[in-house]
């Protein structure tokens, strides 16, 4: 296990295998993601959930968490959830919740994802 220092001060312990940040940007980009794929990050955040727990925590298919988690990783451009993890846990992406009105996306909550909701 590594312990990593998100930005709110507290230590989380992750497994080694999360690895390092790629994203060198001193300042948070924000990334918009869909009401549901905020759904599936935070619930990976939360306690690294296996696509198995989310797909029940949240009534869908293991099929669709998958989905989503391969759409977070496009938007964000993180290679594996390892990588996500660790870039939300540093506070190097923040994922804004989006929902969509009309063809526009806008911010349902104004409360981004980052570093640690929920936790």
């Given at each position: 296990?590594?312990?990593?220092?998100?930005p709110?001060?507290?230590r989380?312990?992750?497994?080694?295998?999360?690895?390092g940040?790629?994203?060198?940007?001193?300042?948070?980009?924000?990334?918009?993601?869909?009401?549901?794929?905020?759904?599936?990050?935070?619930?990976?955040?939360?306690?690294?959930?296996?696509?198995?727990?989310?797909?029940?925590?949240?009534?869908?298919?293991?099929?669709?968490?998958?989905?989503?988690?391969?759409?977070?990783?496009?938007?964000?451009?993180?290679?594996?959830?390892?990588?996500?993890?660790?870039?939300?846990?540093?506070?190097?992406?923040?994922?804004?919740?989006?929902?969509?009105?009309?063809?526009?996306?806008?911010?349902?909550?104004?409360?981004?994802?980052?570093?640690?909701?929920g936790?």
């Amino acid at each position: 296990m590594a312990t990593i220092l998100c930005p709110s001060g507290h230590r989380h312990e992750v497994p080694e295998h999360f690895g390092g940040c790629w994203l060198a940007a001193d300042d948070p980009r924000e990334v918009p993601v869909t009401l549901r794929e905020f759904d599936v990050a935070n619930e990976l955040l939360r306690d690294g959930a296996d696509n198995q727990t989310i797909a029940k925590r949240l009534y869908v298919t293991e099929d669709t968490v998958k989905s989503h988690l391969k759409k977070l990783l496009a938007r964000t451009g993180a290679k594996t959830r390892g990588e996500l993890v660790v870039a939300v846990f540093r506070g190097r992406v923040r994922l804004v919740p989006m929902a969509q009105a009309g063809g526009v996306f806008w911010n349902a909550t104004k409360a981004p994802l980052g570093p640690l909701r929920g936790i």
